[in-house]
């Protein structure tokens, strides 16, 4: 039986997200590549993972692993010689896959390449074209504004060139081969909800579920986005996975959201909805929509995987969203940390629910002789539940949810009720 600790220590978990954060946030991430490489290695001094190179050109389901896309430098300068724009202050100022460009032109030659956002006049857009040649700068409308008549100087020293798409793996075994999977993107250069926040959060996870002989096995995928899914469900056995969680925007301050399965009625869809209707934050529960991250992929009908996804704004719902003002700044100790304790209190209720025998069943047993009887109105109310529910059709999370109470109560009653000799776990094939 796992032994996850049920006491979380979120503001620990928060501030090694944190400094994890700052440490992979000036790095230039994207679908492929050096940067993703680097990302990929310094997670790998975290935990013990596996890292897989994909050669370009490999067919994975419908499509195939791009070539990989390296950058070293890239700018904008005036006739004075001057940086205007400068890829290395900000890894946003060039769209991810541009083609490489070395040329003089004027502002109007240049002005079809460049991107910014007018209503938001300070941040700098993140835009990427993998599949589409092209090339351009991304910048703060303030920045457009000041560029200038030119001529200016244009370089961005970039590569496209056959290579590999790198994804990491780590699987955590248990005690069933039955797997949960942890998935998250790893291709956003210098975003930290969308998606430093997955990253850090799957990272301690990962480092809790180590420490612990789990029930169920679990799988983490840090993968880039769409191409790493899919080239992760082309090339490997998806048959045990049970459950999942794609996990990203999990460190803005406002209220959690979950997005369903496409079934809606998987295992993961009502722990979820349990746990966060028992967090004491706001929270909302969504349908599964086709639109989103890697849970697309893992939800695709040739696959069916119970996958949902765990956020907090989801993607495109809040305005710094895909701009550089999604910065370290926006994301807080205190979303991360409460981020970290809902993550683990779902993972409780998988390795701890199951169904337990009233082995007094004949009237209620007398709490009392056995110094059961001398908790709060609540601690005794959810023995109560757990006796009389525990006829072997009712699991632990039925009962939470029949008694409107969070997961934790009940199972600390049965515990109790266990250790009293009240009450007996079923074994799995007695269920
Ligand atoms: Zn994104």
Redesign the pocket.
């Known amino acids: 039986m796992s032994t996850v600790p049920s006491k979380s220590s979120g503001a620990e978990a928060a501030e090694a997200i944190l400094s994890l954060a700052q440490e992979l946030q000036p790095i230039c991430r994207s679908i492929t590549g050096d940067g993703l490489r680097k990302t990929l290695h310094i997670l790998g001094r975290e935990l013990p993972l596996t890292i897989h190179e994909i050669p370009s050109g490999m067919p994975v389901l419908d499509w195939a692993v791009p070539n990989e896309w390296n950058i070293r430098d890239a700018y904008i300068k005036n006739a004075q010689g001057e940086r205007l724009i400068d890829f290395q202050k900000c890894s946003l100022h060039v769209i991810n896959y541009s083609t490489p460009i070395k040329a003089t032109m004027t502002r109007t030659e240049l002005e079809p390449h460049l991107h910014s956002i007018p209503e938001r006049p300070d941040a700098i857009p993140?835009k990427t074209s993998y599949y589409h040649e092209d090339w351009g700068f991304c910048l703060s409308h303030n920045q457009r504004k000041n560029l200038g008549d030119g001529p200016f100087e244009v370089c961005i020293d970039s590569s496209i060139k056959p290579g590999a798409l790198t994804y990491a793996q780590l699987v955590v075994p248990g005690s069933q081969p039955d797997e949960f999977l942890v998935s998250t993107?790893c291709c956003?250069p210098y975003?930290a909800n969308?998606?430093l926040s997955g990253i850090g959060l799957s990272v301690q996870l990962a480092k809790r579920l180590l420490k612990s002989q789990p029930r169920l096995t679990y799988r983490f995928l840090f993968i880039p986005?769409t191409i790493g899914s899919i080239t992760w469900l082309a090339l490997n056995d998806s048959s045990r996975i049970r459950h999942g969680l794609v996990l990203?925007c999990l460190g803005d301050a406002n209220a959690f959201t979950y997005k369903k399965t496409r079934l809606g009625n998987a295992v993961i869809d009502r722990v979820a909805s349990h746990v966060l209707r028992h967090s004491g934050s706001s929270h909302a529960t969504e349908d599964f929509i086709p639109y989103g991250?890697d849970e697309r992929q893992y939800n695709s009908p040739g696959f069916k995987l119970p996958v949902g996804a765990l956020m907090r704004t989801p993607?495109g719902r809040y305005p710094q969203?895909?701009t550089s003002d999604d910065n370290l700044d926006f994301i807080t100790p205190k979303a991360l940390a409460g981020s970290y304790d809902s993550l683990c209190s779902i993972i409780e209720i998988f390795e701890h629910d199951g169904k337990f025998l009233n082995l007094s069943p004949r009237g209620e047993p007398q709490l009392g002789r056995r110094g059961l009887y001398n908790g709060s109105q609540e601690e005794t109310m959810a023995l109560l539940w757990v006796l009389n529910f525990s006829d072997g059709t009712f699991s632990l999370l039925d009962i939470a949810e029949r008694a409107k109470v969070p997961f934790a109560r009940v199972k600390l009653a049965a515990a109790r009720l266990t250790a009293a000799g009240l009450l007996r776990r079923l074994v799995e094939n007695e269920q």
């Open positions: 993140y993107h956003h975003m969308d998606n986005g990203t991250y993607n969203y895909h």
